[in-house]
């Protein structure tokens, strides 16, 4: 048996009339960038995960980036973040001509750990901003980071691109604290076909900004208030993603539910299981298992087998951004956060999707089993 990370034509096959006909309006009505569908589309996640605005655009990337940018941080200035999350993260800070500056994570949620944030924050100058993500598709300690934020004079930002619909007690992912982006690359829960991303955000000033930015700077066109980017987001992106939107919660309970199934079978395994921090919330979609981690020292054995077996496994992420070669004038050394490094070392993510059979989860279930026997 062939069992993959992700499927994604098993998503796109009973729903694909629908995206067709949502792809057949766009080109008959040739408004292909931005547009009524992208009005329809920020409005829905606006309200989906209880943000005031929405700004979709290209990428979570350049969502990121048209955040900062939005934000004037600049050179000259810091934003702390987690040393283990995708490279967008940090890159879009040097990006912006400011410096990355990493604290170190918590080794059972894997996210920024707050006591590590306070103390960089205490002895780095020019941090503006605190950027915690939501790895995984669970939430990050915000109200320590909000805290924390309040307390220096500075805004908490949410890397929310593996987390819509995810929630927290103070709200659901990336609409939290006063900004956050979400990423609607194909392998995140809610996936365009192709790059797309969205801004959400509390401040009506700040949101006229980001508007203006995602489209070159300009309120009225051809006048330039600011100097912004092509952040645009295409109409059929819009369009596909607002079929799939209703869908989310049902997508994101599958996901749940094989998370359950993995979590009973391997507790009797020497295998470290992913935590769910806000379970006792009550909140229904505390975690939504963007990814399935699992955690040993016995890491490449146990992908080597899986491989064999057929079963496809990623490492999410094999190089602690610290140590990554395009950061190395950031003075960073091995060691320096031990706890990242060490995740980076024994973490595997196995298959999880809403469509992932019982038969395919039995055989991965089997194999994971039979590694550890
Ligand atoms: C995917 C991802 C991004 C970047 O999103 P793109 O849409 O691929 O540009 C940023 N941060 C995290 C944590 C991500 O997982």
């Known amino acids: 048996m062939q069992v993959p990370l992700l ?12 995206f067709m006909s949502a792809i057949e309006e766009v080109c008959d009505s040739q408004a292909l ?31 990121q980036l048209m955040l900062l940018m939005a934000l004037g941080i600049g050179p000259g200035d810091a ?4 040393p283990y999350t995708f490279f967008a993260t940090a890159s879009s800070i040097s990006r912006v001509g400011a410096r990355p500056v990493f604290a170190d994570i918590d080794p059972v949620t894997y996210n920024l750990c707050p006591r590590s944030a306070a103390e960089v924050l205490k002895k780095t100058p020019n ?8 790895l995984y598709g669970c939430c990050a300690d915000m109200a320590a980071f909000v805290e924390l934020g309040k307390a220096h004079g500075i805004p908490a930002l949410e890397d929310a691109a593996q987390a819509l619909g995810a929630s927290h007690p103070l709200g659901g992912a990336g609409a939290i604290s006063e900004a956050g982006w979400f990423s609607f690359y194909p392998t995140k829960n809610l996936g365009a076909f192709g790059d ?18 995602r489209n070159h700077g300009m309120e009225v066109r051809y006048y330039h208030q600011w100097i912004g980017g092509n952040f645009r987001i295409d109409a059929i992106q819009s369009a596909v993603l607002s079929v799939k939107l209703p869908h989310l919660d049902t997508w994101s309970a599958g996901r749940r539910e094989r998370a359950a199934v993995y979590r009973k079978a391997f507790a009797s395994l020497p295998l470290t299981l992913p935590v769910e921090p806000w379970a006792a919330s009550g909140l229904a979609n505390h975690h939504i298992y963007n990814q399935f981690i699992v955690r040993t020292p016995k890491r490449e054995a146990l992908r080597t087998h899986l491989t064999a077996a057929g079963v496809a496994t990623e490492i999410y992420y094999p190089l602690s951004l610290h140590q990554q070669a395009c950061f190395r004038d950031l003075g960073y050394r091995e060691g320096d956060f031990p706890e990242s490094e060490r995740a980076a070392r024994e973490t595997l993510a196995l298959p999880i999707f809403p469509e992932l059979t019982s038969d395919q989860q039995n055989y991965v ?3 994971v089993a039979e590694f550890f026997a």
């Open 79 to 82: 934003v702390l973040t987690t």
């Open 7 to 18: 499927d994604l034509r098993a998503q796109y096959a009973p729903l694909k009339k629908q």
């Open 365 to 367: 279930i089997s194999k």
């Open 196 to 213: 797309a991303g969205m801004v959400v955000c509390r401040d009506d000033t700040l949101a006229k900004k980001l508007r203006a930015l």
């Open 33 to 63: 960038v931005l547009g009524p569908k992208t009005e329809a589309f920020e409005k829905a996640v606006a309200a989906y995960c209880g943000a005031p605005h929405a700004i979709a655009c290209s990428s979570g990337t350049d969502a």
């Open 127 to 134: 941090v503006k901003a605190i950027v915690p993500v939501h």
